[in-house]
């Protein structure tokens, strides 16, 4: 039987959420209609998503509106099928989300009251120490009333709150989107990189004409430590090979400085001294370098100067020569040139270089009237897959992403999942 159709959305942003059952809990505020997108940004990025909605909810909304953006039934009663069990005993779920969460439902989970489906959920949830998440919506007023205050403070080392947003007397739900990034930021794990290490290459480089005046290129280095942010966050190791970039480097990575083309790959051969799962070669490093650098500045009162250049090492080339098995990801960038020319000059790449997977795109002059935003493909020897345009972000998301599935096929081709 072919599968609900919503479920073509899952982990087109992302895999943090891979393999995780998300139980998201929709009360009846009016703020429950942001719960669609809210259940389908968690899709996006790998989560199984169940809704439980309560009868005010399913008064704003209808249940079939659940059942279309996440593909699974939604519980809005509990019968003898003990719905509750089965999604919120343990080890059932990974984790229950109440998006939007009203001062009633709050006071139900603080007090051990369970008459509604969504504070039955709660309270085998809390007993099962299942993570709860909670994002409160009410009037400003409720929210500090007393009884809400003790509430809160009562649950407060025990489940995870997010803060609302204080607008014209209401305390309004965070937007779907903060409550995405508070999820990935503290449950989002991929299985499949978990506990991997990588060695990633970002930023341009430079090459000296004397010790004042460089040639170097436009590279900021913004997509290899977006990326970098994204490998830390899915749980691998990774070491963070730097050129001069303006990006400030990643948290979480160890990051080895460095600035000309000849000590990026020196430095790639120290770390390749170990074993590493993946190497990403991120970096916007110089095709030519300086012949002979003059050791001391050039005088300015010439009309004309010659400086004649010879071409650098490509690093790229080395890898699959100091280890063999490694999954290796390269870079690809053209100009003005079409789609199919592109995805050729990859696969040219690949075969030259033995990668696995090379990342093209065109910067050409639709990437330059935006460079926020970018189109990458995602070529490998058989397929490729088209990113769209989007900010930085998503495409750093979507890179992992691609580079996740390749992984987990090829584990499960060795047997090693």
Known sequence: ????????????????????????????????????????????????????????????IKPSY????????????????????????????????????????????????DDTPISTVLSVGFGSKIPIVISLAMHQAMYENP???KNTGFLKNKVQFIAPQFVEGKA???????????????????SILQGKKVLITAGPTIEYIDPIRIITNQSTGRTGVLLAREL???????????GPGTESAPKGAKVVRVKTSKEMLEAVRHEMRQRFDIVVLAAAISDYTVENPSNTKIKSDSDKITVRLKKVPKIINEIKNIQKDIFLVGFKAETDVSQEKLIALSRKKLQESHA????????????????????????????????????????????????EKRMGFRQFLTGSI
């Open 147 to 149: 009884a809400v205050v």
């Open 232 to 242: 830390v966050s899915s749980g691998a190791k990774v070491i963070f090979v730097y």
């Open 1 to 60: 039987m072919r599968e609900h159709p919503s479920f073509d959305i899952v982990s087109s942003d992302g895999s943090e959420l891979a393999g995780k059952k998300i139980i998201l809990c929709i009360t009846g505020s009016v703020a429950a209609y942001k719960a669609i997108e809210l259940a389908r940004l968690l899709m996006r990025h790998g989560g199984d998503v169940t809704c439980v909605a309560s009868k005010a909810a399913t008064d704003l």
């Open 356 to 403: 696995d997977l090379i990342i093209a795109n065109d910067i050409g002059k639709k990437y330059r009237k935006n460079p926020d935003q970018n189109n990458v493909i995602a070529v490998d020897p058989k397929k490729e897959t088209v990113s769209g345009w989007k900010d930085k972000e998503k495409i750093a998301r979507f890179i992992c992403s691609e580079i």
């Open 172 to 190: 309004k739900a965070a937007e779907p989107e903060e409550v995405l990034d508070f999820v990935l930021k503290k449950y989002g794990v991929s």
């Open 66 to 113: 659940f059942k279309w953006a996440t593909g699974n039934d939604v519980i809005t009663k509990l019968t003898g099928d003990l719905e509750h069990i089965k999604v919120a005993d343990y080890k059932q779920s990974d984790l229950i989300v109440v998006y939007p969460c009203t001062a009633n439902t709050l006071g139900k989970l603080a007090n051990g009251i």
